[in-house]
């Protein structure tokens, strides 16, 4: 027997039907691409969405269009994204960070027909669009005033201001159109947005999500132990709209009419501040790095945070000295999460039980009363102690996190066969959900076992608790700044230049960014490896990566290793240079994926 409740198929637009109907005075502010702050409301991006939708018809999108978008964090990004999935298209954002060489094959793999780009990216756009004969229209996210030239952009390639085109909407039929408008009917599991993995294996890959796994995730990141927003919160979306989802922030802010707060293109750490400061920020997520830079200037400024509770840190480990500068020194909670592109992102929830730390929970005004050393009384550092639970609650903030609802996770050995939640085993971590990929885009094969299970490519424990801490990785990915770095790649094209042997790349660490990547070459016989060829090398490269992909340093070795199968022994390498300092230099930031992109 069926059920008697209401069918009513799951549309991410019905997120913004909500904010604007019971929210609508609640702000979203935004820092523009070409300098000043924006503030807008529900009500008026609502609106604005609508408008943009319309254009997008009329320059010809239908249901199943795909439409590219080439932008940072604004609320005109944020109307786009509204605005295509509204007229049921999909929103594919392209990763403004990857070389021009995958840009160019994920626009025509996904066969992309109109562009929605900043203004600033125009000579980027024009690079891209030389190779992708698909797109017929570009729409430049800006006004008249601020339009950019556009001679580089391809011939027969229509070009429009959108602020032009959102007003030629509202004009339409005496306002009439925008009074009869109503977003595309969808099925829930049709498609309404994508992101592509940066493969570290291959090209990179297509993640499809439905309306229905996005409004499930989005219903996720309120919950108590999960970002969690509400009303009174303002969050600050620091992850950028073009990796993996944005976290699904501009979903969850407005689902519970929370503000939101969007940094456009400056990411740096005095700015953040600014916004956080300027605008009564309660929570925000983003990358390591990002929070390195915020911290590093509240150091050197001797500033504090007046409203901030809650950071999220994603796509990459947090290490511990970041995670007690804000937990001690600030008072700001760390929820460390992990994910990936393949999960909507989000996978894990670093939020620890209290059973697991003897029953206790982090002080409401954090630890900055509690002690860190010995002593007496209360401050001594024995079991029980105020000391041992703080070592414990950060300790624990280290692990990856707990599985959320929509994601069920284990660990398997070589075999496959599952593994004890003991906190010692260590296998392969796989995950299904409805919030999980099933299959790539344009795949053949499924992306999963038949039963579901999604290998992640990351080698991991749980303990009892359920906690996941990621101990290694099956493929030799460097993680940079938040971004998944190949070695395989590096590896090919440094062995294109003249006068290198062999090549292999391994991650060294890196204060900033967590890890870079090390070069190491063996010289040709008769070449001599000196300055001369380590710039050669690293500038062939800097015109065929992505500038975060650039090694800092390359080093020259008589010979590489290799095991008993003939192949570059990485972990030879990485314990020949496990102290190496990395030279500093290109990072990373913001999103990016393995073969499968993690948060």
Known sequence: MRGLMQESPLNVCQILDYAAKWHPEQ????????????????????????????????????????????????????EAWYGIMGCGAICHTLNLRLSVKDLVYIANDAQDEVVLADATLVPLLGQVLAGCPSVKHVVLLTDRLNMPPTGGLPPGVGVHCYEELLG???????GAALAGFRWTQVDEHDACGMCYTSGTTGNPKGVLYSHRSNYLHAMLLVQAD?????????????VPMFHANVWGLVFAAPLVGARLVLPGPYLDGASIYGLMEGHGVTMSAGVPTVWLALLQHCEEQGLSFSSLKMVAIG??????????????????????????????????????????????????????????????????????????????????????????????????????RELPHDGQSVGHLQVRGPATVARYFKAPQPATDAAGWFPTGDVASIDGWGNMAITDRSKDVIKSG?????????????????????AAVVAVPDERWGERPLLVLVARPGVEPDAELREGVLGYLADRLAKFAV????????????????????????????????????????????????L
């Open 27 to 78: 702000t979203v502010v935004s820092r523009q691409v070409e300098g000043g702050i924006l503030v807008t409301t529900y009500s008026e991006l609502h609106k604005r969405a609508r408008l943009c939708a319309m254009a997008l018809q009329g320059l010809g999108v239908r249901q199943g269009t795909f439409v590219a978008t080439l932008a940072w964090n604004t609320s005109r990004h944020m």
């Open 168 to 174: 030629a909407a509202a004009a339409a039929g005496g």
């Open 226 to 238: 999960s970002l969690p927003l509400a009303a009174s919160s303002c969050c600050l979306a620091v």
């Open 315 to 416: 796509g990459a480990a947090a290490p511990l000295s970041m995670i007690e500068a804000f937990e001690v020194k600030h008072g700001v909670e760390v929820r460390h999460l992990w994910g990936m592109t393949e999960l909507s992102p989000l996978g894990t929830l670093g939020d620890p039980k209290p059973a697991s730390l003897g029953g206790r929970t982090r002080p409401p005004g954090g630890f900055r009363q509690l002690p860190a050393a010995s002593g007496s009384g209360s401050s001594s550092s024995g079991p029980g102690s105020d000391a041992a639970f703080r070592r414990a609650y950060l300790g624990s903030k280290l692990k990856q996190g707990r599985p959320h609802v929509l994601c069920d996770m284990r660990i398997v050995d070589d075999g496959g």
């Open 482 to 502: 938040g971004e998944w770095i190949s070695s395989i790649e590096i590896e090919n094209l440094a062995m294109g230049y003249p006068g290198v042997a062999e």
């Open 551 to 598: 090694p800092d340093d390359v080093v020259f070795v008589p010979q590489i290793p290799h095991n008993a199968t003939g192949k570059v022994s990485k972990l030879t390498l990485r314990d020949m240079f496990k102290h190496h300092k990395s030279g500093g230099g290109g990072g990373g930031g913001g999103g990016g994926g393995g073969p499968r992109s993690k």
